[in-house]
């Protein structure tokens, strides 16, 4: 066990300087940013338990506590995955990297369409180095023509199979290697990936994790951390928290600090402002992801299912362009597994390629998180998905035989709309104030100043693009700039 474990008890009553509230990607990049400038005690509170990764091997599961028993669905046809417990999502997730495109932060001003974020690509292109060096990041520099980067990728590419390579040659402007924080090759603390394909459970550590990713940070001398602590609300004065309440085994506890992150899920986060009576602007509005559908094809002769991860290609034809203006944007990606099942014919088992298309959404008021009024405790409703993003998916299966020219495709099977691509986004949005957002370009709650909100709730607009590494890099960018401008008195 690498952490400094304190019990409810011992930190209740107690003045911490910074307590930071989940241990997921938000709060985790954050905490490692914030050792480098925070000189006071860091106090983690996390719902959740420490499960080790041989518990979870073990156990064929990230935490014993269900993410369904952790909020109401009053629209259950619409699943909303979550980890409970030390690392949160770093657990489950399957390693996808991809960073935005870099007219995601700007649909508003370009296509008329979402809203634009505060920030640029170019003001989070620095941190997203910094985030992919921490996750190790494999990738393919070729990516750099459509997502620009100052910095190599940690890591050399995963091997594509042979519909990428085949795509790569010719379409070498659109069609690349999956950037991936599941290891091309060992490195300290990870293996190198070996297309085990069954990444929330990765058996032998391919994968980076809170777990193998940051027992440095969670071991300094500096940090506290309190598990099975479940924070229930901030005690909050005009334009400051001054405290927390947490829960732990039917008991209240409350913590004091001068600064406070908010980094449960895109659920329990805007859960407990609610509860806290902090509903300022459109808090818990706007919940979204994705809208994604599954297909095949079968290939002529070429054999699929050779590269050395479980999703090598990501093909960018239709990421970007004024169609934008219409409809959504997707990403394709080649699979390097068996989705649909396997072909009749034994002797051509391999010759066919899954797909998984991926379309942007446009966020809505009517899709959002709620406090039960007798018991306090989360409730999503999710009425629709937008029209923007049903026909981004209906011209992007138009396009398909197109797309996939290069390839001597036999047949193309009708989609199947997946559930959920399991990223929950977009209830505590960055903006402007006024414009019905939350916090601002450097996540600062618009009224609570020394409240800080990470994690992939704070999402102005969708991108098609998976959405961890984006939440790393935004709260590395928000530790730093955090500490300049309220330690050091510098302008962010
Ligand atoms: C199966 C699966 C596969 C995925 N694959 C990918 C992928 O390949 N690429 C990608 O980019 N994303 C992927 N994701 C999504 C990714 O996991 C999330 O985007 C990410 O975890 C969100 O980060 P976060 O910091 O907002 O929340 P989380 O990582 O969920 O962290 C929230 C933390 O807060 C804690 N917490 C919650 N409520 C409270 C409370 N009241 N008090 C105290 N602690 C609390 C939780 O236990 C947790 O530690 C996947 C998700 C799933 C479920
Ligand atoms: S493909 Fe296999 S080895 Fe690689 S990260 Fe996933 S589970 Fe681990």
């Known amino acids: 066990m690498f952490f400094n474990i ?24 954050f905490l490692s940013e914030a050792l480098k400038h925070e000189p006071g005690r860091v106090l983690v509170l996390e719902w959740g338990q ?62 008329g369409v979402g809203k634009d974020w505060p920030i640029s690509y170019a003001d989070l292109e620095p941190y997203y180095c910094e985030a992919e060096e ?24 995963h091997k594509g199979s042979t519909p990428d ?17 599941r290891a091309s090759r060992q490195t300290d603390t990870r293996t190198k990936c070996c297309a085990n394909l069954t990444c929330n459970l990765c058996p032998v550590q391919a994968k980076f994790s809170a777990i193998n990713g940051f027992k440095r940070e969670y071991a300094d001398g500096q940090v506290d951390i309190c598990f099975n602590a479940e924070v229930v609300r901030l ?30 899920n895109g659920i329990q986060s805007p859960a407990i402002l609610l ?21 095949e094809a079968y290939l002529d002769g070429v054999g699929n299912f050779d590269g050395s991860t479980i999703t090598t290609g990501l093909n960018y034809s239709l990421a970007d362009g004024e169609f934008r203006k219409r409809h959504s944007s997707v990403l394709v990606a080649f699979e390097n ?20 298309i991926v379309a942007d959404n446009i966020p809505s008021t009517d899709n959002f998180v709620g406090i039960d009024a007798n018991s306090g405790k989360a409730v999503v409703t999710h ?21 996939l020219s290069p390839l001597p495709v036999e047949k193309i099977f009708a989609g199947r709309l997946r559930g959920s691509e399991s990223h929950v986004q977009g209830t505590l949005r960055m903006g402007l104030e006024g414009d019905g957002s939350i916090v601002d370009r450097n996540q600062i709650h618009h009224k609570y100043r020394n409240l800080i909100i990470v994690g992939s709730s704070v999402f102005a607009t969708c991108s098609p693009a998976n959405p961890s590494l984006t939440i790393s890099a935004l709260s590395i960018r928000a530790a730093r700039n955090y500490y300049r401008s309220s330690r050091e008195g510098e302008e962010t």
């Open 6 to 29: 304190v019990s409810p008890a011992k930190v209740a009553n107690e003045l911490y300087d910074l307590v930071i509230i989940g241990s997921g990607f938000g709060s985790s990049f």
């Open 50 to 111: 420490y499960n080790p990764w041989t518990w979870q091997i073990e156990n064929r599961t990230n935490s014993p506590v269900s993410w369904g028993s952790t909020f109401v669905n009053t629209t259950p046809e619409k699943p909303w995955n979550t980890t409970i417990g030390f690392g949160g999502g770093t657990n489950c997730w399957f390693g996808q990297t991809p960073r935005f495109h870099p007219n995601d932060f700007k649909l508003k001003s370009l296509y």
């Open 134 to 157: 921490i996750m190790q990041v494999a990738g393919d520099s070729a990516m750099g023509a459509v997502l620009p980067r100052s910095k190599p990728f940690p890591l050399p590419a």
């Open 165 to 181: 390579r085949i795509m790569m040659q010719a379409t070498p402007d659109t069609h690349f290697i999956m950037p991936t924080a």
């Open 235 to 264: 005690n909050s004065d005009s334009n400051h928290v001054s405290s927390l309440i947490f829960s732990s085994e039917g008991q209240e506890h409350q913590v004091k600090a001068e600064s406070f992150v908010l980094g449960a």
């Open 275 to 295: 509860r806290s009576g902090m509903d300022y602007a459109e808090t818990g509005k706007r919940l979204h992801e994705q809208y994604s559908i599954s297909v």
């Open 337 to 356: 597994r068996w989705t649909r099942g396997f072909r009749p014919d034994v002797k051509r088992l391999t010759e066919t390629l899954p797909m998984i």
């Open 383 to 403: 009425l629709h998905e937008s029209k923007y993003a049903k026909d981004g998916i209906k011209n992007a299966l138009d396009k398909l035989p197109s797309l």
